[in-house]
Every structure is written in structure tokens, then in C-alpha cells.
């Protein structure tokens, strides 16, 4: 078995974002049901967030590259974290028991700029090799730092 074949940044970060997520959004709920019982310690978002944009810039760097990544359902993390926000704040509007953790908002924001940094870099990738008609025709020519252009 060919250990470098066998474990690449793409097989390994997915699983490992995907455990993070589970446990970070996991004593998420916990804190919050916990209704001030538990604190979560500070420390947890920083390294959930580094791993997150480790994760999209490695899957935009495998496209952009040429070998395009597999698709995993990276939208999911944002409506687990947006759908937690939702019911978590209502839940606060009628019981002022209940407490919303410290950094959920700071997360979920994060997290959803993540995303739509990777989907914006997918459409620029798309209109540059012409995937996407539409995309190029909206695009058209785009300015990048001033000095150069990329045509679509």
C-alpha cells in the first residue's frame, strides 16, 4: 500500500473538517441547552475556522490546478451552523433562560464567507475555461489589481 496514494490533503482534511464540525457544533448545542451550566472554553473557533479555510483553499487550489476536487457537500456546514443560529435565537427571544453561545454568531458568519469565497472562485474558474456560457457572457472582462485583465 502506497501511504502517499492512500492519504492526500483531500482524503484527510474532509474527514477530520467534517469531525470538527460535528464536535464543535455539538458542544455548540450543548452550551446553549446547558443554559449557563457549561462554558465553553475559548480557543476552539480559531482552529474550526483555520481548518475550514484550509479546506476550501485546498479544494480551489486542486481546481484551479487542473485536477478537479470532488464535490462534498460543503453547503451542509453552513445550513447545520445558520439552522442552529435560527432556532437558538428564537429559543432566546421566548426564554431568556437560554443563552446564545459566545462565538456562534462570529462562526456561522465565518463559515458562510468561506463558502461564498469558494463558490466565487468556482465561477471565475468556470468562466475563465468557458464551463459556464452564462457566467462568461455576465463576466466579461474583469480588472485584477489594476495591472492585468483576465478576458472570459
Known sequence: MDIKKTFTEASVLFPILTLYSVVYLGLM?????????????????????????????????RRWSGS?????????????????????????????????????????????????GSKASKKLYEAKSAKNPEVVSILGTIRISGRSELSV
Do not use: H
Open 29 to 61: 448545542i450543548y452550551d446553549f441547552v446547558a443554559k449557563g451550566a457549561f462554558e465553553m472554553p475559548s480557543g476552539m473557533m480559531v482552529i474550526y475556522i483555520a481548518l475550514t479555510g484550509a479546506y476550501a483553499a485546498d479544494k480551489e487550489i
Open 68 to 116: 478537479d476536487p470532488e464535490s462534498r457537500w460543503g453547503q451542509i456546514f453552513v445550513y447545520a451552523w445558520f439552522i442552529f443560529f435560527l432556532v437558538a435565537f428564537v429559543v432566546r427571544c421566548f426564554n431568556a433562560e437560554y443563552v446564545l453561545p459566545a462565538d456562534l454568531s462570529s462562526v456561522a458568519l465565518q463559515v458562510l464567507g468561506i463558502f461564498f
